[in-house]
């Protein structure tokens, strides 16, 4: 009993459910402290700044020479040149839209890895629930093994059984423990991961405890790909992909532009002895080595992006398709065994024939076992589905 109280005290103390909110507190306490993710974004700020860098013309040169005169009588010179160069102009305006581009694409990866770090804590949440849920079955099994270890156990003591039904009711005993030992380890694990998405912090459990252990309702679409259209709208992953082949084809006319002619305006001022030269000064830089290639690989790049987003979407297709698949099969199998449990259920009658001695020890181990694997089998699949429907439903967090 002590056991009992001290996993019942464990578990209702640090893992409090909340009841109505489901796993949105817990989400948002990760997303503020997830250091992962604030790593992310000051990167994702970084880039988005580096993409908006080199969007301006070059820089102006500046030349100024001092020559002295030989013989000296002539006197010396001074020449001075400002200068400036500029692409073509629809270069600018290409560049500024890829990097407009590139800026969103660096969101939405950014995007892509929160959703991964939330549904890593939303399954990770989902499985402590299947602990805490489980640790109260196995509070039960031990409190019923170890009033039937002490029954045969005063049973040997007044000689009204025999040692190999106490050694039974003992191993009975001892395997319930074992059991109940693993389910703890297996929680603690959790619970560190949990606490090393947060952050480091522990996470803050607030509101109700579910009595019953029970999951947020989690509903399956009932039309595949109605729900499909949407999801695909909202993938961080595929909008990245889609927004590469916009890239590529800018990067085509933005090389393009590159090709053509450079212009490059100034002043220039010359001083000698008793004269005085300045004006303008105009050049053209003609593109004949420097881009070759540039706009054939631009478009290779292109049809590429165009290729890898065709892919991404079968991929990303079958991939939930499968899911939905598994999610539904997990549901339906969760609802039978839970349902034949209610139905079926011979815990009480068993301890009635055991403790009036018309079935034996051995018998009542064997049957019990029996039920117990059914009681765990279904919360695996009820588990398994949560799992399987917080994946699917990833795109929401």
Not at 61 to 85: C, K
Request: hydrophobic share 40%; glycine share 4%; with cysteine.
């Amino acid at each position: 009993m002590k056991r009992i109280i001290i996993i019942t005290l464990l578990l209702s103390a640090t893992f409090a459910i909340q009841a109505q909110s489901g796993y949105e507190a817990i989400l948002q306490q990760i997303e503020a402290n997830n250091t992962t993710l604030a790593a992310l974004r000051r990167q994702t700020e970084a880039q988005k700044l580096g993409n908006r860098t080199g969007l301006a013309p070059a820089n102006p040169e500046v030349e100024f020479s001092y020559l002295w005169g030989n013989p000296s009588a002539i006197g010396s010179r001074t020449d001075i040149s400002v200068m400036q160069s500029f692409d073509f102009p629809a270069a600018y305006a290409h560049r500024s839209k890829i990097a407009g581009l590139q800026n969103e694409n660096a969101e939405l990866l950014y995007k892509a890895e929160r959703l991964n770090v939330l549904l890593s804590a939303k399954q990770t949440y989902i499985k402590l629930i299947y602990c805490n849920a489980i640790a109260f079955e196995y509070a039960v099994r031990l409190k019923n093994a170890e009033t039937i270890a002490n029954a045969y156990k005063i049973k040997l003591e007044n000689g009204e059984t025999n040692i190999l039904e106490h050694n039974k009711a003992q191993l009975n005993l001892t395997t319930v423990q074992a059991e109940v030992a693993q389910m703890q380890a297996e929680w603690a694990v959790l619970q560190s991961e949990l606490k090393q998405l947060n952050g480091g912090k522990e996470v803050v459990f607030s509101g109700k405890i579910f009595p019953d252990n029970v999951y947020t309702a989690n509903t399956l679409p009932n039309n595949f790909e109605e729900w499909y259209a949407q999801a695909e709208a909202k993938s961080p992953a595929l909008q990245y992909v889609s927004a590469q082949i916009e890239i590529g084809r800018h990067e085509v006319k933005h090389n393009r532009a590159m090709g053509l002619p450079k212009l490059s305006a100034g002043y220039m001022s010359e001083k000698t002895a008793g004269e005085h030269f300045q004006g303008v000064s105009v050049g053209v830089s003609i593109p004949l080595w420097e881009n070759k290639n540039r706009v054939k690989q631009a478009k290779v790049q292109a049809q590429a992006a165009e290729t890898t987003f065709e892919d991404s979407k079968i991929q990303f297709h079958n991939r939930l398709q499968a899911l939905y698949a598994k999610a539904d099969a997990l549901q339906q199998n969760a609802q039978k065994l839970r349902q034949s449990l209610t139905d079926n259920n011979n815990e009480p009658l068993l301890k009635k024939a055991l403790d009036a001695g018309e079935i034996s020890l051995l018998n009542y181990l064997l049957e019990i076992e029996f039920y117990y694997d059914a009681i765990n089998k279904a919360s695996e699949a009820e588990r398994d589905y949560e799992l399987a429907a917080a994946e699917l439903w990833s795109m929401e967090l």
